[in-house]
């Protein structure tokens, strides 16, 4: 099974500010499929980016990712209010696995 | 619009059963993948269970297996997940998911429900 890292635990940025979020698979990923979901309190989880750096429908441009192999970016260009979330990683190419999140809360 | 609808949680105690829908519209559901994925208080994602477009393939997590049974009725659009043998550590949200595109077999959700709570306790 890969089993994934998400690092940091928690970021604390200001609204505006760059968001960048670290996702590290403990054996290669296969043909990229690293996605990136979004959740807030209460919600399900939403789909942000899918191949490791395809956006879903309707996910903002300053949401971007980026990667290959075991290691993979979610990077949020300027946080907007509504971005204050948790991000969680999975790999779908090998069973399918999640890391186990990253807040990005209000500095 | 995709719509998918849990429901049949609720609480139990451990040992006992439970059957959870998920009714899904706005999609071909004959065409599409789904998953089960389950959330503990306070905890992360885990995907418990997957089944192909057309039910041939099915896929559990070691966690469940052999416990839990995923099935689907595509004249229903539905899709049912047969809790078995419940243990307090099955207390989770259990969200039912489609893949994000047609006769995709791997584990990727584009659409989520809003999901159903199990709580096993005595």
């Known amino acids: 099974e890969i089993v994934l890292t998400q690092s940091p635990g928690t970021l604390s940025l200001s609204p505006g500010e760059r968001a960048t979020l670290s996702c590290r698979a403990s054996?290669?990923?296969?043909?990229?499929?690293l996605a990136w979901y979004q959740q807030k309190p209460g919600q399900a989880p939403r789909l942000l980016i899918y191949?490791?750096?395809n956006r879903a429908t309707g996910i903002p441009d300053r949401f971007s990712g980026s990667g290959s192999g075991t290691d993979f970016t979610l990077t949020i260009r300027r946080l907007e209010p509504e971005d204050f979330a948790v991000y969680y990683c999975?790999?779908?190419?090998?069973?399918?696995?999640f890391g186990p999140g990253t807040k990005v809360d209000i500095k | 619009q995709v719509q998918l609808v849990e429901s049949g949680g609720g609480v139990v105690q451990p040992g006992r059963s439970l059957r959870l829908s998920c009714a899904a519209s706005?999609?071909?559901?004959?065409?599409?993948?789904m998953h089960w994925v389950r959330q503990a208080p306070g905890k992360g994602l885990e995907r418990v269970a997957g089944i192909s477009d057309d039910g041939s393939n099915k896929y559990y997590a070691d966690s469940v297996k052999g416990r839990f049974a995923i099935s689907r009725d595509n004249s229903k659009n539905t899709l049912y997940l047969q809790v078995n043998s419940l243990r307090t550590e099955d207390t989770a949200v259990y969200y039912c998911?489609?893949?994000?595109?047609?006769?995709?077999?791997?584990?990727?959700?584009?659409?989520w429900g809003q999901g159903t709570l199990v709580t096993v306790s005595s």
């Open positions: 998911a489609s893949s994000l595109y047609y006769y995709d077999r791997s584990g990727l959700s584009g659409y």
């Open positions: 706005g999609i071909i559901f004959s065409r599409y993948g």
């Open positions: 054996q290669s990923v296969t043909s990229s499929y």
């Open positions: 191949g490791a750096s």
């Open positions: 999975q790999q779908y190419g090998n069973s399918a696995t």
